[in-house]
C-alpha cells in the first residue's frame, strides 16, 4: 500500500518560508521520480517542481528561484524549501509519486497571508 503523508504546510506573512516535508511508503522510492504540485480554489492542479530518481530538477516558472526540492532517499522524504513566500503561493500543496502510475498525498494547506 502506497502512502505519501504530507507536512509542514502552515500561515505564513508575504516574504517568508516554509518546508514541505513528503514522507513515502510502499513505493522503491530511490527509483521513483518526486514531484509536487498545488491547486488554488478555482484553479487547476499545477506542477511546482519534480525532482528525477537521478536528482534532476525542474520547476514552474513562477516559483523558479524561490523554491527548491530536495530528497532524502535514506530517509524515503523529499522536501520542498519555499522562500519568498507570495499570496499567489496560496494553495493545497500535493505531494507526488511517479512509479509505474501516479500516486497523490492527501496535500497539505499553505497561506500565505499578512
Known amino acids: 500500500q502506497v502512502q505519501l503523508v504530507e507536512s509542514g504546510g502552515g500561515l505564513v506573512q508575504p516574504g517568508g518560508s516554509l518546508r514541505l516535508s513528503c514522507a513515502a511508503s510502499g513505493i522503491i522510492f530511490r527509483l521513483s521520480e518526486m514531484a509536487w504540485y498545488r491547486q488554488a480554489p478555482g484553479n487547476e492542479r499545477e506542477l511546482v517542481a519534480l525532482?528525477?530518481?537521478?536528482?534532476?530538477?525542474n520547476y514552474a516558472a513562477s516559483v523558479k528561484d524561490r523554491f527548491t526540492i530536495s530528497r532524502d532517499n535514506a530517509k524515503n522524504t523529499v522536501y520542498l524549501q519555499m522562500n519568498s513566500l507570495k499570496p499567489d503561493d496560496t494553495a493545497v500543496y500535493y505531494c507526488s509519486a511517479l512509479e509505474l502510475r501516479r500516486y497523490w498525498g492527501q496535500g497539505t494547506q499553505v497561506t500565505v497571508s499578512s
Open positions: 525532482i528525477t530518481s537521478g536528482g534532476s530538477t
